[in-house]
């Protein structure tokens, strides 16, 4: 299936679920992230601010949880044609760029590139670690940048149906994709 088409689609399943449905979605995704990946004080892991026009996982309930263990986090800002990464504390001022996006009202950008997970936002994920995002490659384009080898995981309600047809070279898979009933690895593929 064709990027446009399931971008189109999988935004109509979302806009179906209702916010319950989500918010239970939502929690049964954290729980799952939190009982395949060991975390410890220290970690530094970016993770995105969910989107509320998109109905995206609920990614506050990671961010009290990292807060609480210590954990090190980092959050995408957009720059340009490209992310950066800056650090979230809980002091943290928080306000929507033109897209709606939350963002730090800060400029103290990270620049290393040595994370321990990289938890992205996606739409859908097929079951090769392919991922359909909003369709500005923002990611992929951050995922060249990183410094070493970084655990890659994505967030989905819905599980993989079919193959996304048209990836491109650019594309950079997954190592993961956290549903609520399940945790898929995409490294033995």
């Known amino acids: 299936m064709l990027k446009s088409q399931i971008r189109k689609e999988f935004l109509q399943r979302r806009n ?3 916010s319950t449905e989500r918010d239970k979605m939502s929690r049964q995704i954290f729980e799952n992230f939190i009982s395949k990946f060991p975390l410890k004080s220290g970690q530094k892991i970016h993770l995105f601010l969910k989107m509320d026009k998109f109905n995206e ?3 506050q309930l990671f961010i009290d949880y990292f807060f609480e263990k210590g954990i090190r986090i980092f959050v995408p800002k957009v720059s340009g044609e490209k992310i950066s990464s800056l650090e979230l504390f809980p002091s943290t001022i928080l306000k929507k760029n033109k897209w709606g996006i939350w963002e730090p009202d800060n400029d103290n950008y990270y620049p290393e590139k040595d994370f ?3 938890i992205t936002p996606l739409l ?3 079951n090769k670690g ?4 909003y369709g500005k490659g923002y990611y992929d384009s951050f995922f060249r940048t990183l410094e070493k080898p970084v655990i890659k995981i994505g967030l989905n309600y819905f599980a993989p149906e079919f193959t996304i047809s048209d990836n491109r070279k650019e594309d950079i898979p997954l190592d993961y994709l956290v549903l609520p009933d399940e945790t898929l ?3 033995g593929l």
Do not use: A, E, K, M
């Open 57 to 59: 996982i609920n990614t």
């Open 130 to 133: 392919n991922r359909v995002g």
């Open 185 to 187: 690895s995409f490294l």
């Open 16 to 18: 179906n679920l209702s």
């Open 116 to 118: 321990d997970y990289i």
């Open 124 to 126: 859908y994920c097929d």
